[in-house]
């Protein structure tokens, strides 16, 4: 199967959710990644057939579906919320698709959703009503309702979302598994940079109703096309310094300036946006961290198992930007203390000034590969 | 929004149409009909135009009607009110008691109105019934609703309050009980005194269930019909003659169909405004 | 501000407790210090918010006593105990406006009509709500409505603790990091005992100067946010905190030394003894796992089964040969890791030893 969309837009009440977007999706995982309201729901309820759009075409494997219901298509949708119903067991709940289509014989039903079940790890809670199951049970049920009808498109719309994280750090690692096996055309929505990286696949990233970039999704990871993808596609945010360069110099305020580093060599003067992610933003001086920028510490937050620093760095003429790092493991730090930040140039994204890539990083593993 | 199409959905919701049109619309249009001509027989119609309204708004009578109705719907709201949100509140939280409680209350709703109006009707009595004995030979007060005008107000008033009360009550307990405990916690880790906590947690968390409850009140105590009818007839005299009773007393009294008819459509033009009053300031007022 | 104290305390839901599963919250000892940052961390179901109710009187424990600076509280309502509380959902009272909602603790004790203004005006700078004070608060969004809560707190000189229930739940992510740091600046300002129960492992350790872990009921861990990472107590403390948890094995004593599988383990097991059905696991954090492409000393042999680049790094799967046990190790982007064979090394002094899930 193959699902394209054709300069799809949507408006409600004369607001548009959708500006016109077209992509083309083949079987496996492709990631929707955007903040709150960047028009995932939107885009797969059009993809489902929920929503009609206003103008654009939906089409399947050539044929046009544009307005055809749901009903009509065979599609499954995994929401936010658990929806499942409260007066079937698991069992039944997994099994009412399976009920609704006439020609499936009762054993077959038995043994796909025992099958499905066991692949959820719900197998043991199938006599059980779904009042009974903790959140992350009941999600799993309704994923494997989904999973049952074995249909050609399946849509999840940040199934994760409610869970506590414990829970969606051992659903997610799961579920990038068992949709790389099906042979389907998996579309999963997510506000999580992380989440997307572990599902793999195909990446298209949304900011208020338009589609930025679609791509693999290490590529759009490590080549954002604008800076908005990089800001949605970095948890925590990607780090925007402004920059102006000059006679092979790049000046970030009054007092931090370094010689262009090879990737940016070529970019013509100006002023640029330089984007850096916060684990390349150091507390340490090391070979090659050749920028150092002294900055006041304003917080550090302690996720578990690493260390996210919030920093201000104030030059004398009034020049100022923020600064996020990300420290491996738990580090203490007080409250307006005096530290000094390291960066490689060579981990530098560069924006123009209007936001689009100007130079990327060269990857290590590109590097590598070069080497060898 | 705009949804995917499927015109089948129209075939289901036909039959609604159809037995709205059957048992509302055909009706309405009869009174229409009425209230236009005047009909003298079978087959012996004339037509008056809007004779039959002119003369109706113009009645003495029926003003004197909807002042004293007017009058007894806020005097019900007065009372009904305040004594529902009293209620709710002194009713148990949970348990059994809460339980029990509940289906005390309740039971005056289940009653049918015109056996509300019969039981009124003897238990008022100073013969025979028990309150009416009471209130003249224990308290002493000369009482006899069949005589006194003002004691067939009160008669009345008191049975819509006895009978209607419960239901603001209900009301209220439910919107108390969807108040969540956090907010009590608060006020008391914030010293509030049980006034305070009305004030300012209770009855602002009312709000909504209240204008459902004012709303309620009013249209039902506008057209009450059945149990004045059924103690005092309208009487003494006019005295608790409300809009209904001098309906009825035109068009099944009189036989007077013109005039009843275009009273009818004035009558139902008025609820559908104040309705409409209402339920825009419950929008609004819930929107703020 | 004041020392809390809890003495042999317990709670139960049960009328009649008799097994150790019967309590929502088992026998504890408990010294919060006068003005520390405390969280209390956990799953759902862990026994936390009701520890929080006992602490703040909405709930009266089955056994034992709460103690505000030696003071023995346990019989005292809530509104006598001298704690503010900020829950969940935001509370405010809705027809009022901000300021008359920060005033309203302190008009309820009878304060002075100007002492009021100053103290109101002096904590709405501090939560920065000066140009909100005059408008109603029921119009107001979510993270200003906690700070009104919040401040309803602080306006009173006379609070010994204040508590939080889960209180950034309902709050946008781009707000909370506002929030976190707003907490902190207050309670550095403030120096009041602050107790703040929380399942998101970020919330606690980034708010919590020491952090009380619970499990079922117990009290598994107390300590810094860097000991529960470093050297968790408990096997749950390993799993629960870091993302991805602490790798958990199975292990043996043979011949006193510690084995997985048939592979001793390079770690001093010093005097351990175990008494018949014990348990005994080894843990280490993925962070601390060394992975290399060629067989070194005290390296165990493995099979990588998946890589994953994550970006920032990447997160090796592996299988130790011999036995069916998955261990994870997380890697710097740029390493080179391959599927097939390889080798782990556990580095001794990285590695934790459980017995029973308790650290030996």
């Excluded at chain 2, 069949?146 to 004691?151: F, V």
């Excluded at chain 3, 710097?332 to 090394?345: C, D, I, K, M, V």
Aim: glycine share 8%.
């Amino acid at each position: 199967m193959k699902l394209v969309l054709e300069a799809v837009t949507r408006e409600v009440n004369g607001e548009s959710h959708l500006y016109s977007m077209s992509m083309a999706l083949e079987p496996g995982l492709n990631v929707l990644l955007g903040p709150t309201q960047a028009g995932k729901t939107s885009l797969m309820r059009v993809m489902a057939g929920l929503d009609r759009p206003t103008t654009g075409q939906v089409l399947v494997d050539g044929q046009d579906v544009t307005g055809r219901p749901i009903q009509q298509r065979n599609v499954a949708f995994v929401y936010q919320q658990f929806i499942n119903y409260p007066s079937l067991t698991v069992f039944e709940n997994i099994a009412s698709p399976l009920r609704l289509q006439k020609k499936i014989s009762n054993d077959e039903i038995q043994r796909r959703v025992r099958e499905t079940a066991e692949m959820m790890r719900i197998g043991h809670l199938l006599d059980r009503l779904p009042a009974a199951l903790s959140g992350g049970q009941q999600q799993r049920t309704a994923i494997a309702r989904a999973l049952v009808k074995q249909a050609p498109l399946l849509l999840l719309d940040e199934p994760l979302v409610n869970l506590d994280y414990k829970l969606r750090e051992e659903l997610r690692a799961e579920l990038g598994q068992i949709f790389a096996r099906r042979n389907a055309i998996v579309v999963y929505s997510t506000t999580e940079p992380l989440e997307a990286l572990l599902m793999g696949g195909v990446t298209a990233v949304l900011d208020k109703g338009d589609l930025l970039q679609i791509g693999p999704t290490l590529a759009v990871y490590h080549q954002p096309a604008q800076r908005r993808v990089g800001e949605v596609f970095s948890d925590p945010p990607l780090n925007i310094l402004p920059a102006v360069f000059e006679g092979g110099l790049a000046l970030l305020s009054g007092d931090v300036r370094f010689p262009l580093p090879p990737h940016m060599a070529g970019l013509a003067g100006g002023t640029y946006w330089l984007g850096v992610r916060a684990h390349h933003v150091a507390m340490e001086a090391h070979l090659g961290r050749e920028i150092e920028i002294p900055a006041w510490i304003e917080l550090a937050e302690l996720s578990g198992s690493e260390t996210i620093v919030h920093a201000d760095h104030r030059d004398g003429s009034g020049g100022e930007f923020h600064l996020i790092a990300q420290l491996s493991g738990i580090h203490n730090f007080s409250y307006e203390q005096q530290a000094r930040l390291y960066l490689d140039p060579h981990r530098l994204f560069a924006f123009t000034a209007s936001g689009a890539l100007a130079a990327s990083p060269p990857r290590a593993a590109d590097q590598r590969k070069e080497r060898a | 929004m705009q949804k995917t199409v499927n015109h089948r959905a129209w075939l289901l919701v036909l039959p609604v149409v159809l037995s709205v049109a059957f048992s509302a619309i055909l009706p309405l249009m009869t009174v229409v009909n009425y209230s236009v001509q005047d009909i003298l027989g079978p087959g012996q119609r004339v037509w008056v135009g809007n004779e039959w309204f002119i003369d109706t708004v113009r009645n003495p009578d029926l003003h004197a009607a909807f002042w004293r109705n007017l009058l007894f719907s806020f005097q019900v709201l007065l009372i009904q009110i305040p004594l529902g949100i009293a209620v709710a509140l002194a009713l148990p939280a949970k348990g059994w008691q809460a339980s029990l409680s509940l289906v005390l209350i309740a039971l005056p709703l289940l009653i049918p109105w015109n056996v509300v109006g019969t039981i009124w009707q003897i238990f008022g009595r100073a013969d025979i019934g028990l309150g009416g004995y009471f209130v003249n030979n224990i308290l002493g007060i000369s009482y006899n609703y069949t005589l006194e005008p003002r004691d067939a107000w009160i008669t009345v008033l008191v049975m819509d309050v006895w009978h209607w009360t419960p239901l603001v009550a209900l009301l209220c307990y439910a919107g108390l009980r969807a108040i969540p405990d956090p907010f009590y916690q608060a006020a008391r880790i914030d010293g509030a005194k049980l006034w305070s906590i009305f004030w300012y947690i209770q009855l602002p968390k009312l709000r909504g269930v209240l204008l459902i409850a004012v709303l309620l009140r009013f249209m039902d105590s506008f057209m009450i019909y059945t149990e004045p009818f059924v103690v005092t007839g309208g009487g003494p005299g006019t005295a608790t003659t409300f809009l209904s009773i001098y309906l009825s007393n035109i068009a099944i009294g009189q036989f007077d169909l013109g005039n009843g008819s275009a009273f009818s459509l004035i009558y139902f033009l008025l609820i559908q405004i104040l309705c409409f009053v209402f339920y825009t300031t419950i929008l609004r007022v819930g929107r703020k | 501000m004041a020392e809390v104290k809890l003495r042999g305390l317990a709670h139960s839901y049960h009328p009649q407790p008799g097994k150790p599963e019967d309590y929502a919250v088992r026998p504890l000892e408990m010294t919060w210090e006068d003005g520390g940052a405390y969280a209390l961390l956990g799953p759902s179901g862990c026994g936390k918010t009701t520890l929080l109710n006992i602490i703040s009187g909405l709930i009266q424990p089955t056994q034992g006593q709460v103690l505000f600076d030696g003071k023995d509280v346990t019989e005292l309502p809530t509104e006598r105990r001298n704690i503010a509380q900020v829950f969940q959902f935001p509370v405010i009272y809705d027809t009022m406006t901000v300021f008359d909602n920060l005033a309203f603790p302190l008009r309820n004790r009878g304060v002075r009509p100007s002492e009021v203004t100053r103290r109101v005006q002096e904590i709405a700078e501090q939560l920065d709500l000066t140009e909100d004070l005059r408008r109603r608060a029921s119009g107001l969004s979510a993270d200003i409505k906690q700070k009104i809560s919040l401040g309803r707190g602080l306006v009173r000189s006379d609070v010994a603790a204040i508590l939080f229930d889960e209180p950034l739940t309902v709050i946008d992510p781009q707000l909370k990091l506002v929030l976190r740091s707003k907490l902190k600046q207050i309670h550095r300002q403030f120096k009041l005992t602050l107790i703040y129960v929380t399942h998101d492992q970020t919330e606690a350790l980034t708010f919590a100067d020491q952090v009380v872990v619970m499990y079922e009921g117990s009290v598994v861990q107390v300590g810094t946010p860097q000991e529960l990472f470093e050297r968790p107590a408990h096997t749950f403390v390993g799993y629960f905190i870091g993302s991805p948890g602490m790798n958990l094995l199975p292990a043996r004593l043979v011949d006193g030394r510690v084995c997985v599988g048939d592979q001793p383990l390079p770690v001093n097991a010093g005097a351990l003894r175990l008494a018949a059905g014990d348990e005994l696991s080894i843990g280490i954090r993925p962070e601390f796992v060394r992975y290399s492409t060629a067989a070194a000393p005290d390296a165990l042999p493995v099979h990588v089964t998946r890589v994953e680049d994550l970006g920032n790094y990447q997160i090796v799967t592996a299988e130790l040969v011999g036995t069916a046990q998955r261990v994870k190790a997380k890697l710097a982007e740029e390493a080179a890791a391959s599927l097939g064979p390889g080798w782990l090394q556990f580095p001794a002094e990285r590695l934790r030893i459980y017995r029973n899930g308790m650290a030996v």
